[in-house]
């Protein structure tokens, strides 16, 4: 079983960035997509980006430019910087691991934005 743990999150005025960082435990596979997205109140949840173990990313047009997701497959971990923040972007960031056997998510961190 695989459990993911968010980090990061916080209070940042429009304009600003934040770093949000994921790091996945127990029986993970070296061959995974992670990635992160998110749930603004009374919207669906929704994608922002995410990164195979191989490198390939994918990312929401509305982050595109923005935002950029990295890993560290040493340590299965997944990074998203988030740099021109706006308000928009206020929500609860929620990491995702999946593999060929797993499909996890993780607990969530508040990302708000001020104007």
């Known amino acids: 079983q695989v459990q993911v743990v968010e980090s990061g999150g916080g209070l940042v005025q429009a304009g600003g960035s934040l770093r949000l960082s994921c790091a996945a435990s127990?029986?993970?596979?070296?061959?995974?997509?992670m990635g992160w997205y998110r749930q603004a109140p009374g919207r669906q949840r929704e994608l922002v980006a995410t990164q195979t173990s191989g490198g390939t990313t994918n990312y929401a047009d509305s982050v595109k430019g923005r935002f950029t997701i990295s890993r560290d497959n040493a340590k299965n971990t997944v990074y998203l910087q988030m740099n021109s923040l706006k308000p928009e972007d206020t929500a609860v960031y929620y990491c995702?691991?999946?593999?060929?056997?797993?499909?996890?998510w993780g607990q969530g961190t508040q990302v708000t934005v001020s104007s």
């Open positions: 995702r691991y999946t593999d060929y056997r797993n499909a996890v």
């Open positions: 127990g029986s993970w596979s070296t061959i995974n997509t």
